[in-house]
């Protein structure tokens, strides 16, 4: 048999080195996550309807219930990701990106356009269909770098779906100080900043956010941690600012200085990309340097081939007695077994699962928890009107809630996971504190005192991010992976609708009711102005008094759900995967042993 090598790429020492290494840096994974870091980072500008929902409603002349609307819209929007997820299965991750970014473009600068009066005044549907378009386009930018980022990072995707997630949740801050920076306190200009700046980031890495050979590093679990500071770092000097910013007026240049300090550590994670590809690179060409020069190709041996009935048996044998026993499983369909649900962790299919009683709580949970936070939300810059606060103030509100909503996200992935593995505390129970927390935050708006606002927005954006990381964890925990995009999707479909009934028809309809009062209370009409405005604390007090009744209804529902899977969680929830796990290296290596035997022979 002839020598057996190894090929492998040119020496890294031959050539032009420092390009080689360039290209390395640009096509490798450590590269690729950072590129993902800044996407997701542009892809909360959902976060922002705060700030520039009161541009909208002065320039259009909407109502409180017309543009909670339109809020809606947007909701559905963000949370319907079925679309993208289905192109993504049968396009490039490429596509998926381009696709995003031409969303996002079209349906915020449509908005621009609109309240900017270049184009003439569009319909309420035309811009409940630009928002919902706009709001869409950030489920490509998760399909495209979200999933492509998990599966060449396979063995860190916790952590990794902790960060790329928790910069999603730092994005309304970051574009606060950068809409700041760049055109001052315009919430016009800040419609055209969210549509072109995510467009143009995901075209700049289109073609770095890709599948790549997953490869095994040493230092993975370091850099994942590294970045986790990172990001921890971004998020307390994003609250600094936001806090100095209340106190100090600060000049366009040093708003320019807080803006470039900001992109300093979103831009932080690429030197330790280039960092981690030189260490590769520099034991590749030490590598290089041990092996014998030139590509080395292995040759089968020079022998005349046997007719079928020739070959010796034993080897024939031999390869059929390694050849692992798989057993063979009867393949459910999705519909089947409706009634005869599974052990829960093991795979439900989507009709078990969805009509399940665990499920039905879990809406129910959801649509109180998720729906009263999106309403509170979305509603901060009408709050922060109608109890004085000046323009300026407002978006520190929706700052504060884009900071606290990162770490409410990083909090319940790892803190409940800790409460899991070591003193098997149900992870549904930490959906609870997430259900009882907004709570408070509501009752503060409701029956305000002087900065009660700041509290209450600290609070809801919290809950907020761990109510939306818990939910897809106890979802994949309770019914399996099988089915685990669906139901993901499934899940997320209860917040709009909550948003719709608790934003439009509760929130919108009574602050709408309070405005009316106050223009009798004048001897005017709403014929008589263009912008329906209440001011005063009882604006909201009904409202909010009313989602905070809610938010602890959908508290003592997930009690429910404690209660039913408090002896689940006291089992090893994992040892299914790790028992799968062992059992597919042993299938493999019987596999690779009878190879290896049948060749000696």
């Not at 360039?22 to 980072?41: D, N, Y």
């Not at 549509?195 to 890495?205: N, T």
């Not at 986790?228 to 320019?256: E, P």
């Amino acid at each position: 048999m002839a020598e057996t090598g190894i090929t492998t790429n040119s020496p890294p020492g031959k050539g032009c080195g420092l390009c080689r290494f360039t290209v390395q840096v640009l096509t490798g994974r450590w590269f690729m996550m950072f590129a993902s870091f800044l996407i997701m980072a542009g892809a909360g500008a959902t976060y922002l309807f705060g700030v520039y929902s009161k541009v909208i409603k002065a320039t259009l002349g909407y109502d409180q219930s017309t543009l909670n609307t339109l809020s809606t819209c947007k909701d559905l929007g963000a949370n319907v990701g079925v679309l993208s997820g289905l192109i993504a299965e049968v396009t490039p991750t490429w596509f998926v990106l381009l696709i995003g970014s031409l969303m996002n473009f079209a349906g915020y600068f449509m908005i621009w356009l609109s309240v900017t009066r270049r184009i003439s005044t569009p319909k309420v549907w035309q811009m409940c269909l630009y928002i919902c378009i706009g709001a869409n386009s950030q489920n490509f930018a998760n399909t495209g770098s979200v999933v492509t980022c998990v599966k060449n990072f396979p063995e860190g995707r916790g952590m990794l779906l902790g960060l790329m997630k928790g910069y999603v949740g730092l994005s309304g801050a970051v574009f606060t100080q950068l809409y700041l920076a760049i055109y001052g306190n315009d919430g016009k200009s800040l419609i055209l900043l969210i549509g072109w700046l995510p467009a143009v980031i995901s075209i700049f890495f289109i073609f770095n956010i890709r599948a790549l050979k997953i490869s095994r590093h040493p230092n993975e679990i370091n850099v994942l941690y590294e970045n986790l500071i990172i990001s921890v770092t971004l998020a307390l000097v994003l609250m600094g600012l936001t806090i100095a910013q209340k106190y100090i007026n600060f000049s366009h240049k040093a708003l320019i200085g807080s803006a470039t300090i900001v992109c300093a550590l979103l831009f932080l994670p690429c030197l330790i990309a280039i960092r981690e590809e030189f260490y590769t690179w520099r034991l590749n060409k030490e590598e290089a340097k041990k092996a014998p020069s030139g590509v080395l190709v292995e040759e089968p041996p020079l022998t005349e081939s046997k007719p079928a009935e020739e070959i010796e048996p034993e080897i024939v044998e031999l390869v059929e007695y390694e050849k692992p026993m798989v057993e063979e499983k009867k393949e459910t369909s999705w519909y089947e077994n409706i009634c005869k649900k599974p052990k829960r962790g093991e795979d439900y299919t989507i009709l078990q699962a969805l009509l399940s009683v665990d499920m039905i709580i879990l809406y129910v949970a959801t649509f109180c928890g998720l729906g009263c936070s999106l309403t509170a939300v979305d509603n901060l810059g009408q709050i922060g009107e109608s109890l004085g606060y000046p323009t300026h103030t407002v978006s520190t509100f929706v700052s504060l809630v884009s900071i606290w909503n990162f770490f409410g996200r990083v909090f319940s992935g790892f803190v409940s996971e800790k409460l899991v593995l070591k003193w098997k505390i149900p992870r549904t129970l930490m959906m609870t504190f997430s259900l009882v927390l907004p709570c408070i935050g509501d009752l503060l708006i409701a029956l305000p005192f002087p900065g009660s606002v700041y509290i209450a927005s600290l609070l809801i954006g919290f809950s907020y991010g761990i109510q939306l990381t818990v939910l897809f964890i106890i979802i994949s925990e309770l019914f399996g992976l099988k089915y685990y995009s669906t139901l993901f999707n499934c899940g997320q479909l209860v917040s709009p609708l909550g948003s719709y009934i608790f934003n439009v028809r509760t929130v919108g309809k009574l602050y709408d009711r309070e405005a009316l009062k106050q223009l009798a209370s004048k001897g005017m009409t709403r014929s008589m102005v263009r912008e329906l405005t209440c001011m005063g604390k009882q604006c909201y007090r009904l409202s909010f008094l009313i989602l905070a009744c809610v938010n602890l209804f959908g508290a003592l529902v997930s009690l429910i759900l404690v209660f039913r899977t408090r002896k689940y969680y006291q089992t090893d929830i994992y040892k299914r995967f790790r028992d799968e796990m062992e059992k597919n290296e042993k299938e493999m290596a019987a596999v690779s042993t009878g190879y290896i035997q049948a060749r000696s022979i």
